[in-house]
């Protein structure tokens, strides 16, 4: 898979109990400007055949390892961050949609790039999806 994103600034409006809840739907919201190549039936990987928990990662920025982890570190489960965000957005009156993009959690911390950057991430079960910001 290939990500091409844009930079975007995101506050943390409406931010009232330190969780970052509100301030990770609205870092969603502002990841509006991607583009992404879908993947080919033949190259899905349907939860039959995937384990979300046990997803391993490694991701890279211009080649140097920066961030390693595991799908379990997602709020225990992704599945479960996935149902703790579709409940949210439902909530603050803006649910999912059928055709939505749903970024269901982190497998690592974030790190900062920059213009030109290009960070590639390999995940067990999945493959590699490589991102340049321009």
């Given at each position: 898979?290939?990500?091409?994103?844009?930079?975007?600034?995101?506050?943390?409006?409406?931010?009232?109990?330190?969780?970052?809840?509100?301030?990770?739907?609205?870092?969603?919201?502002?990841?509006?400007?991607?583009?992404?190549?879908?993947r080919?039936?033949?190259?899905?990987?349907?939860?039959?055949?995937?384990?979300?928990?046990e997803?391993?990662?490694?991701?890279?920025?211009?080649?140097?390892?920066?961030?390693?982890?595991?799908?379990?570190?997602?709020?225990?489960?992704?599945?479960?961050?996935?149902?703790?965000?579709?409940?949210t957005?439902?909530?603050?009156?803006?649910?999912?949609?059928?055709?939505?993009v749903?970024?269901?959690?982190?497998?690592?911390?974030?790190?900062?790039?920059?213009?030109?950057?290009?960070?590639?991430?390999?995940?067990?079960?999945?493959?590699?999806?490589?991102?340049?910001?321009?």
């Amino acid at each position: 898979m290939t990500l091409e994103a844009r930079q975007a600034t995101v506050a943390n409006r409406g931010q009232t109990d330190g969780s970052g809840a509100v301030g990770t739907v609205e870092a969603m919201r502002a990841l509006r400007s991607f583009t992404v190549r879908p993947r080919l039936p033949e190259e899905l990987a349907p939860l039959e055949r995937f384990e979300p928990v046990e997803a391993e990662m490694t991701m890279t920025l211009d080649g140097e390892v920066v961030a390693t982890g595991a799908g379990a570190a997602c709020l225990g489960d992704p599945l479960r961050a996935l149902a703790w965000l579709a409940e949210t957005a439902r909530e603050l009156g803006d649910p999912l949609r059928a055709g939505q993009v749903v970024l269901s959690g982190a497998l690592g911390p974030m790190r900062p790039v920059g213009t030109g950057a290009e960070v590639v991430a390999d995940i067990t079960g999945l493959g590699t999806v490589r991102a340049h910001f321009v």
